[in-house]
C-alpha cells in the first residue's frame, strides 16, 4: 500500500480509503467498479448513488447533468451521481473534496460489461486553482506522470488512463477504465 487517499464530502462527511498501488481509487469509486458496488459505497441514508437508468424523477439540472447521448443510452451506458438529502426533504447533487482540493462537481459514467454494468469513467470538476494541488497528490501517491503539455498530465497505470487537464477556469480530472471506456469511444 502507498498510503491513503484521503476523501471528505463537504458537511463533513468523510471516508479515507487505501490507495492501491496499481489503479486509480478514489476510495467510494473506482474504474473497473460493479454498480451494486458503487450504489452499496455508502452506508448513510442522507446519501445516495443516481444513475439516469432510474426511474426516479429528478431535479431538471440533476437530470440535465446526467443526460447520456441516446445512442450511448441505448446501448446500456448510464451517468450517476451521489446525491445528498436537503433540508426540505428532496436530493441535491453532492459536491466532494478530493484530497485537499474542495469543492468539486462529480459524476460516474457506467458502461455494460457481460451482466453488469461496470465504471468506465469518473469525472470531477473543481476550481482551476485546484490543478497543481491534484498534481502534486497524483504524482506522490502514483509516481510521475507520463505525459504532460501545458495544461494536461496523463498517468496509465494497470489498464487505467487518469487526465488531469486545466482548462479555463476549471481544473477537471477524467479517470477511465480503458477497456470500458472503449465503449463510449464507438
Known amino acids: 500500500m ?3 487517499a484521503i476523501l471528505g464530502f463537504v458537511g463533513g462527511f468523510c471516508l479515507a480509503a487505501p ?3 496499481g489503479g486509480f481509487d478514489f476510495g467510494f469509486a473506482r474504474p473497473g467498479m460493479a454498480e451494486a458496488e458503487l450504489r452499496a459505497a ?3 441514508p442522507g446519501i445516495k448513488v443516481v444513475c439516469t437508468s432510474d426511474s426516479e424523477s429528478l431535479p ?8 447520456v447521448d441516446p445512442v450511448l443510452a441505448g446501448r446500456g451506458v448510464a451517468r450517476c451521481r451521489h446525491l445528498k438529502r436537503t433540508d426540505k426533504g428532496g436530493w441535491k447533487a453532492i459536491e466532494v473534496k478530493l484530497w485537499d482540493v ?10 455494460p460489461e457481460a451482466k453488469d454494468r461496470r465504471v468506465a469513467r469518473i469525472n470531477a470538476r473543481a476550481p482551476a486553482a485546484a490543478f497543481m494541488p491534484l498534481m502534486v497528490h497524483f504524482a506522490v501517491e502514483y509516481g510521475p506522470y507520463d505525459s504532460f503539455t ?3 498530465a496523463i498517468w496509465h497505470r494497470d489498464g487505467q488512463t487518469a487526465y488531469l487537464l486545466s482548462r479555463d477556469s476549471a481544473a477537471i480530472l ?3 477504465a480503458d477497456s470500458l471506456d472503449a465503449q463510449l469511444r464507438q
Open 2 to 4: 502507498r498510503g491513503l
Open 19 to 21: 490507495a492501491l498501488a
Open 42 to 44: 455508502y452506508d448513510n
Open 60 to 67: 431538471s439540472a440533476i437530470a440535465q447533468a446526467l443526460a
Open 102 to 111: 474542495c469543492c468539486a462537481d462529480l459524476f460516474v459514467t457506467l458502461a
Open 150 to 152: 501545458d495544461n494536461v
Open 174 to 176: 477524467q479517470i477511465e
